[in-house]
Every structure is written in C-alpha cells, then in structure tokens.
C-alpha cells in the first residue's frame, strides 16, 4: 500500500499539490499556519483567474478579492522572528528586510482592493488588476521564498 501511495505521490508531484499536501503534514504552529493561509489565497486567485480566462461569473471575483484583501494585513503576524522551522521555505532575509516585507504585504492589499473594485463589465480592467495581485504576490516570493518547485506563483 505504502509502495502504491509513493508511486502516486511521484505521479502526482508532476501535477503539483502533492509536495504541498506533504509539506503540510509536517509542518506545525505558526509555519503550517502560513502556509495554509498561502494556500488559501492561491485557491482564491486561482478561481479569479479561471474567471477571467473563460470571462464568466465576473461578479464572484470581488468576494475572492476581498478574501486576500483581508488576509494580506494578517501575513505580518505569522512571520514572529525566529519562526524558521522545517520544513519552511522562508527565507531569513525577510527578518533583515522586515520595512520591505512589509511593504510589500500592503502592496498585496491595495492590489486586491483594486481588483475588487472592478466594474463587472470591465474584463480589460479585471485582467489587469488580477495581473497586479499576482505580480504582487511573485514579487515577495522571488524575494523571500525558497524555491521549492516549477510553475510555483
Ligand atoms: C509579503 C510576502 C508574501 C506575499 C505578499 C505573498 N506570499 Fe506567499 N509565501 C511567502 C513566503 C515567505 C512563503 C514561504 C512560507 C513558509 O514556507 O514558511 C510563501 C508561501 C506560499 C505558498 C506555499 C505554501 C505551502 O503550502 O508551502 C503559496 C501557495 C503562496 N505563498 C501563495 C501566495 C499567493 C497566491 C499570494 C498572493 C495572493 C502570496 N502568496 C503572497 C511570502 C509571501
């Protein structure tokens, strides 16, 4: 059975989430915290994508984009000093740059805020703002994650 579930794990690796799910299991307090809440605010935007790909449902992605509005404020409290236990991704260097993590998890809530305040007829408007939530995403992460996997945001 154990042989069976690694070989899925293998396959589904390739797919993506599996890594994560494992990572989860190990993980305790503040840092499986984290991640989940990460998790959460991927699920959310990758549905706001979806949305605006297939260009239906429009009027779904302020909720979603509230969501991660209301999250980004609370990133800070889940990065106390010191909290680098594994299997986190975290790098130290956020704890030297704190003012720039900061910042930047206030540049996640304006974006967000923005792209809630869309007018639904405006899908030019919805692709551009969903763009500037996940460049504001990638832009913490390119700074202050340890890259784990291909195709992470
Ligand atoms: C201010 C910095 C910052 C911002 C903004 C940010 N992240 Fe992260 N994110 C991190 C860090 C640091 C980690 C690694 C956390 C760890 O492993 O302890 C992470 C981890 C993740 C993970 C992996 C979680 C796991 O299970 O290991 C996902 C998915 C993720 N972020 C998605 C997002 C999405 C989506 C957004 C934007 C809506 C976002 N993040 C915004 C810093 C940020």
């Not at 959460?40 to 239906?56: F, G, H, S, Y």
């Not at 030297?96 to 304006?110: H, I, P, S």
């Not at 869309?118 to 994650?145: I, M, P």
Request: glycine share 6%.
């Amino acid at each position: 059975m154990r042989a069976a579930a690694n070989a899925f794990c293998a396959v589904a690796i390739l797919a993506a989430g599996c890594l994560t799910s494992a990572a989860h299991d190990h993980a305790t307090g503040v840092v499986k915290e984290r991640m989940e809440m990460m998790e959460a605010m991927a699920k959310r935007l990758k549905a706001i994508r979806e949305r605006v790909d297939a260009k239906r449902d429009l009027t779904a992605i302020k909720a979603d984009a509230e969501a991660i509005a209301s999250h980004a404020p609370h990133i800070v409290h889940l990065f106390p000093p010191g909290s680098t236990q594994k299997p986190t991704d975290a790098r130290g260097t956020i704890w030297q740059n704190w003012a720039d993590f900061q910042r930047k998890t206030t540049a996640l809530k304006d974006a967000s805020n923005k792209l809630a305040n869309v007018s639904v007829d405006d899908l030019e408007g919805f692709r551009d703002a969903a763009g500037a939530v996940s460049q504001a995403c990638g832009e913490c992460h390119e700074k202050y994650r340890i890259k784990r996997r291909k195709g992470d945001l």
